[in-house]
């Protein structure tokens, strides 16, 4: 059994960066930009913008379910030959160059941009798993937490490093700016393939390739080595319990990536300035969250920072949904008189606390809980249990937003919340270590 030691700071900058370099799409293509361009212009069916959440959320989950599919296989066949690099490459290239594609999707060719959303972002999610494997390769179990964190906080300073060109050059999501917020795809795609490189130049490849069987093709290969891992699961049952709960929690939380700002546009009405002002407050807060509970997952523990930060997107969730409520008591009660849009950028600030602290003890967790000679194929299950629940998360909010409008449907988030935390219960955090370290 190899031995968790820690690795060169020059190796966990080059991982970290990918994280640094994909936020480039999960902020511009999925958060922020090109969602509400997608919702609003290219499709276009105001006033409630109902079919294009809906394509949206299609689209989405579409990618998420190819992730969910090809997952745990990859990771399987990725352990087995040590090509975690190279399958790590094939993803970041298929990213960049569907996400490039992106400009040629206008209003009359909403077809394109569902095709391409569901190419880029199966490419992205599967890279997630990939660069994710990498870590129990990184350090000893005390650190990981800090090294996780580490990685997190960085991809949120990278995507506001990527975001200052859509703010100054680019301008704003509205049908007159179209010619120049279009090439909002062509951007990310490019800061995701430069931001990237140290990644490939510094993170090694530390396992030792076996060759195939003869008669045995890859996916035979990969499928028989997932399967012995279902079988033997019962001794992995704290990772297992986990993956359930996780399913929960991602199912929300990529609810709130996805709509958030889709959200402050159509139904806080925000303006453009407040829309940048909650970008950057997010960015800020999660980033400072990624790293603070990084320290408080190695102290206390990851799972005790897991549940803790469940208890933070309840909160947040209830004010998101309470946000004009509150606008009205602090008019009535304080004659403070706020609009709305202001005091949803103290909503961010929670939501972004909890947004790269939730991620990242779910991410430390899974490596505490893996195997180092099955860590690709155990990060499939991770990259499984995520995608899955962002898939079946957005086909839900897709749904419930036809039938109750987007407001009402946002709640939908404060029951998955509530249901990881009640399933974290199962999690033993000491008996799921001791299953990794005595598995070979």
């Keep these: 059994m190899r031995q968790r030691s820690r690795a060169s700071n020059k190796e966990i900058v080059g991982w970290a960066m990918f994280d640094f370099a994909n936020q480039a799409y999960t902020l511009l293509i999925v958060t922020v930009v090109f969602g509400d361009l997608f919702t609003r212009i290219i499709v276009g069916d105001a006033p ?18 190819g992730v969910v599919i090809l997952s745990p296989i990859a990771g399987a066949v990725m352990d087995y030959t040590a090509s975690k690099k190279r399958f790590l490459f094939a993803s970041y290239l298929l990213t960049v160059i569907s996400t490039g594609a992106l400009y040629f999707v206008a209003p009359g060719y909403a077809w394109l941009g569902v095709l391409l959303l569901i190419v880029s972002n199966f490419g992205y999610s599967i890279g997630e798993a990939f660069i994710a494997s990498f870590l129990p390769d990184l350090g000893p179990p005390e650190d990981l937490g800090k090294i996780s964190g580490f990685g997190w906080a960085l ?7 990527s975001a200052v060109f859509v703010l100054l050059v680019l301008g704003e999501v509205s049908a007159e700016n179209f010619e120049s917020i279009r090439w909002v795809g062509p951007w990310a795609a490019f800061f995701f393939l430069v931001a990237a490189i140290p990644t490939f130049l510094w993170v090694r490849e530390r396992g030792v390739a076996r060759p195939v069987p003869a008669g045995i093709s890859y996916f035979s290969l990969g499928f028989g080595r997932v399967k012995t891992t279902l079988g033997h699961i019962k001794e992995h049952r704290d990772l297992a319990a986990l993956l359930v709960s996780m399913f929960f929690a991602m199912s929300g939380i990529y609810i709130i990536i996805t709509y958030a700002f889709i959200y402050g546009a159509q139904v806080i009405g925000w303006d453009e300035q407040v829309r940048t002002w909650m970008f950057i407050i997010v960015q800020l807060t999660a980033a400072l969250g990624a790293i603070a509970f990084g320290f408080v997952q190695d ?12 208890l933070l997107w309840i909160l947040a969730i209830a004010l998101i949904y309470l946000t004009p409520v509150f606008t009205d008591i602090m008019r009535t009660h304080f004659g403070v008189d706020w609009q709305a849009q202001y005091v949803f950028l103290l909503v961010g600030c929670v ?16 490596g505490l809980f893996t195997p180092l000679s099955r860590s690709a194929e155990y990060f499939g299950f991770w990259g499984l249990s995520m995608k899955l629940a962002g898939m079946a998360g957005l086909m839900a909010i897709g749904l419930l937003q036809i039938l109750v409008g987007l407001k009402s449907a946002i709640l939908f988030c404060l029951v998955l919340f509530a249901a990881a935390l009640f399933f974290s219960r199962e999690v033993d955090e000491v008996r799921g270590r001791r299953a990794a370290d005595t598995t070979h």
């Design 155 to 161: 991809g949120y300073i990278g995507g506001m490093v």
């Design 48 to 65: 409630d913008y109902r079919l294009g959440n809906l394509l949206w959320s299609l689209s989405l989950a579409t990618g998420y379910l």
């Design 299 to 310: 102290r206390f523990g990851a799972l005790f920072t897991y549940r803790l930060t469940l």
């Design 351 to 366: 939501a972004g606390l909890s947004l790269g602290s939730c991620q990242s003890s779910t991410r430390t967790l899974v």
